[in-house]
């Protein structure tokens, strides 16, 4: 194991030992910056649900934030029937939101803030709509 690798998982069981703490501001910064999503703190993660609309179009979000899901601490959903697994749409096998490559745009022993990537949403669903009409994903990508 190399020593950034031993500081990251040093950092993550830090996260996981001040869950409560890091959720609680988590959940705080989104409340105050983004009205429509209803949230839950539980001891061990932050559920969402809210409802935005882009060109007419409604898209319900689910989301899941917690230090203690493996691999990346967010887990985002868009609820719809019509959205099928595909990764030319920037989805996990999950159906979960790809908004950002986990290894390349995570800072150096950082995490991504839930609050930051709440925009990130919309601009997914955006460009998702722009790959219906056009077959073609429109926005920034890292080939996966």
Sequence with gaps: MTHIEILENSLLEDYKRSADRLLYLEKTLVEYHYSWLNLVQT???????????????????????????????????????????????????????????????????????????????????VHYLEWKKYGVWLGKEIAH
């Excluded at 099928?84 to 995570?106: A, G, V």
Aim: proline share 7%.
């Design 43 to 125: 001891k061990s993660e932050i559920l969402g649900k809210g409802t935005i609309y882009v060109n007419g179009e409604r898209f319900d979000v689910l989301l899941r934030y917690s230090p203690f899901l493996p691999g990346r601490f967010d887990r985002i959903f868009i609820d719809r029937k019509d959205i099928e697994f595909s990764s030319q749409i920037h989805l996990y096998r999950d159906m979960s939101l790809c908004l950002y490559h986990p290894l390349l745009d995570k800072p150096l022993f950082k995490i991504i803030p839930l609050f930051k990537m709440i925009p990130w949403i919309s601009e997914w669903c």
